[in-house]
């Protein structure tokens, strides 16, 4: 059996071995062509080293990260990997790898030379832990965002401190960065400041309770307007018997009908929506070390991260009362959609969770509605069983929101990261659970639950034409794949004059390899787009399948891979955007570019 090679310092658990098409490219001489661009490569990062394990296509490295704390909710440092026990669907596991809160330290880097641009770790986010705010404009109704945009401008006048960093996203349909990331309270102030609220795209606007419950609120309140018991012939000339009365009923009832159906749309594209954002910031995120905090300051999250587990709503249920032949025709629309809700988008939700954890993302919902009496009891179930899979926190039901804020902030603190490989090689698409305990007394431990033991790229339904795609379209780069471009003008790029040159140095530990004829075999795609406007206008692609015998394999490793693509420079053309894939693994990294 062959084997893949993964040499990240944390290989994550959605890797795979793919069988790809004979080679289409052919690298000459590497090492001459290496040297011609260490004028620009980058530094390398320096930091914590954790092992750079073999994995064979059987076995998959799973990553936790684990915040303990005493009972005041403050970090218990100086604890060992012999502290720490992990258990897989009850079997004890062995720990791999293991970084300590202190160890999650990275300095900051020297500048990029002019015309050089770079993913790599260092450039993204140097220095401290990394938090992301996600403000959910998408499913927050208009009022609650003003007042979750408020209490975040007094989280940063009170209570943000020196040396935290952190980035500020929006979700209004697409993903959008408001601020990339900077540990200046002042420039993340400005920021926010603005951000304003938005009005919702589909369907109802998100209200207390939104998301599949509430399709029978809403529709209840449509038809509560000239229902059946309403007095609905006072005024039109009806005798009481039916007549007008009767067809005004029916009217109310269609109309409700569709209202239901509207909502139902609503929320669904309004789930599509928000799995899309939260693929964009595996993307974004994944290739960086360590934890990731992600504060969702949101009114409802239209899905739960383990949808077979998911409590049944009060729509659904009422389908199946004996009441079944009594209910209006717009109730029997909530509850069947209400069911069908439940298990549209099952393969979707389930990758999407597998990428979050081979990201290190936690998710931390913050209830954007703050203290309220009509706030739904299963929208803040769902909030608490997205923070319990990611290994995050839930703050629902608050007035001083900014607070939950902050305990994110806390946690990164007191992290410490463990690997450790399955006893069950078995990848099976199946749920595992996963409990961690700390042998030491009076501490509290929080992790993610389980996961899938998903290969997404393996799935039937993944293309990895529109995984590119949607990479080429994120607003800041992707890391998953690190690497560094200098972009060649027409006049410079002698390969091919007229032409944008791109050289790309690819960062050869964040890519994946199996073992072929002796040597070390690579599968990559490179891709060069030139867009204005957000339309494309021009673009490349160019693959390298190729086997290395062991001495260049070491080269590439040392020094990184090299290769060059030409792409049309056409007139108008304002940003390049270059994106690596590693089809061994499915990640991806990506730059936008300045047009030369």
């Known amino acids: 059996m062959k084997r ?106 020297a500048a990029l030379p002019p015309g050089i641009y770079s993913n790599k770790l260092q450039y993204r986010s140097p220095g401290a832990a990394i938090t992301v705010m996600l403000l959910d404009a998408l499913n927050t109704a208009y009022s609650d965002q003003a007042y979750a945009r408020g209490q975040m401008l007094k989280f940063l006048q009170e209570q943000y401190r020196p040396g935290q960093r952190m980035a500020v996203f929006a979700l209004t349909g697409p993903l959008w960065v408001l601020q990339d990331f900077t540990s200046d309270p002042q ?40 229902g059946p018991d309403a007095n609905v012939d006072s005024g039109l000339g009806g005798n009481g018997g039916g007549g007008s009365g009767e067809l005004i009923a029916q009217a109310q009832s269609a109309i409700a009908h569709f209202n239901a159906i509207e909502i139902a749309y609503g929320n669904d594209q309004r789930a599509v929506l928000t799995l899309a954002a939260l693929n964009s910031l595996a993307r974004i995120l994944g290739g960086m070390p360590g934890r990731k905090n992600v504060i969702w300051v949101t009114g409802n999250i239209p899905f739960s991260l383990i949808m077979e587990n998911q409590t049944v709503t009060n729509a659904e249920l009422a389908e199946d009362l004996p009441s079944l032949n009594t209910r209006r025709v717009e109730q029997h629309a909530a509850g069947n959609y209400a069911a069908t809700f439940r298990e549209a988008h099952l393969d979707e939700i389930r990758d999407t969770e597998c990428r979050l954890s081979s990201a290190q993302i936690a998710l931390y919902p913050v209830d954007a509605r703050g203290l309220s009496v009509s706030t739904s009891i299963d929208s803040q179930e769902i909030m608490r069983d997205v923070a319990r899979e990611t290994g995050g926190r839930a703050y629902v039901n608050q007035n ?49 639950e389980g996961y899938y033991a998903v290969e997404p790229t393996r799935e039937k339904h993944y293309n990895p034409d529109q995984v590119v795609a949607a990479a080429l ?71 390298i399948d190729k086997t290395f015998d062991a001495a260049t394999y070491q080269q590439i490793v040392q020094h990184g891979l090299l290769t060059h693509v030409d792409v049309d420079a056409p007139a108008g053309g304002k940003r390049l955007h270059l994106a690596v894939r590693d089809n061994q693994s499915g990640l991806v990294g990506t730059l936008s570019a300045s047009m030369p």
Request: aromatic share 10%; charged share 20%; with cysteine.
């Open 187 to 226: 420039v993340l102030y400005t920021a926010l400041q603005r951000y304003k609220p938005e009005l919702q795209k589909f369907g109802t606007a998100p209200t207390s309770g939104s998301g599949p419950a509430a399709v029978t609120m809403t529709a209840a309140a449509n038809a509560s307007v000239a």
């Open 400 to 448: 001083e929101i900014r607070f939950g804020v902050q305990r994110a902030f806390d946690d990164l603190n007191a992290t410490y990261t463990l690997g450790y490989y399955p006893e069950n090689k078995k990848y099976d698409g199946k749920y595992r659970t996963v409990k961690v305990k700390v042998k030491q007394s009076g501490v509290d431990v929080q992790a993610r």
């Open 4 to 109: 893949v090679y993964n040499h990240r310092r944390f290989p994550g658990e959605c890797m795979y071995k793919r069988r790809n098409t004979p080679p289409l490219f052919f690298l000459p001489f590497l090492l001459c062509a290496i040297l011609l661009l260490t004028a620009w490569q980058s530094p390398a990062p320096t930091g914590p080293e954790l092992p750079a394990p073999t994995i064979r296509v059987s076995t998959h490295m799973v990553l936790l990260d684990v915040v303990v704390t005493d009972k005041q909710g403050k970090a218990v440092n100086g604890l060992k990997p012999e502290d720490f026990t992990v258990e897989e669907n009850g079997k004890t596991q062995k720990i791999a790898a293991f970084v300590s809160p202190s160890e999650n330290k990275f300095p900051e880097p």
């Open 473 to 543: 379209q994120d607003t800041i780069p992707d890391t998953q794949v690190t690497f560094s471009a200098r972009v060649l003008g027409p006049s410079e790029n002698k390969s091919a004059p007229g032409k944008i040159g791109v050289d790309y140095l690819v960062d050869a530990t964040t890519l994946s390899t199996e073992d072929a004829n002796g040597g070390k075999r690579f599968n990559i795609d490179f891709y060069a787009t030139v867009f204005a406007n957000g339309k494309m206008m021009a673009e490349h692609s160019m693959k």
